[in-house]
């Protein structure tokens, strides 16, 4: 569940965007903050330090990503830093993607398999979620080492289980309330 704080900061940047006619633009940017932050921990830790100023954060965040993200993202991550709400920041994008896509008619799906799946396989599933949601489809290939064999698809709260250990499962309460498998 998104944090009460995380919700009102993604909805706000949302409502600048769309007032400003910028959703696709801020989206983009948000994804490039997003991996710069999952790549570089680093970033996420100076920006939470004790010991660092606000002055020495918000220079650092304008040099860093001031090339990356414009002027309202900017201020956006100044004024985190000068409210204490930096631990924040991810769900706050996030939140902002959640609601960009929404507006963009964009959803997005996790596959969860045991191996990483080719490009073909990942665009057949892409294709069929396009299909079955008539929308545009963007999808993400995760390793769950507790997937023995098949897939599981998530798009949004609908969760499509066809794992080897889901078909077992099945087999075994249909046996158990005396049924066929």
Excluded: W
Aim: proline letters at 1%; one cysteine or more; glycine letters at 4%.
């Amino acid at each position: 569940m998104v944090n009460e704080i995380a919700e009102r900061y993604g909805q706000g940047l949302f409502e600048l965007a769309t007032e400003n006619n910028t959703v696709r633009e801020k989206k983009a940017q948000c994804e490039s903050l997003l991996k710069i932050l999952k790549e570089n921990n680093e970033v996420e830790l100076f920006l939470r330090a004790v010991k660092i100023t606000k002055e020495e954060k918000k220079n650092f965040i304008t040099n860093v990503f001031g090339k990356v993200v414009d002027q309202d993202i900017l201020n956006l991550l100044k004024l985190l830093v000068d409210r204490g709400r930096v631990t924040y920041i991810d769900e706050i994008l996030r939140k902002f993607e959640t609601l960009a896509n929404e507006e963009l008619g964009i959803v997005k799906a996790v596959v969860y398999s045991a191996r990483k799946l080719s490009q073909e396989d990942l665009n057949r599933i892409q294709e069929a979620l396009i299909q079955k949601t008539k929308k545009t489809v963007t999808i993400e290939n995760h390793i769950d080492p507790q997937i023995i064999a098949g897939i599981k698809v998530t798009v949004g709260n609908n969760v499509t289980d066809i794992t080897t250990k889901t078909k077992i499962e099945r087999m075994k309460n249909a046996i158990l309330k005396g049924g066929q498998a």
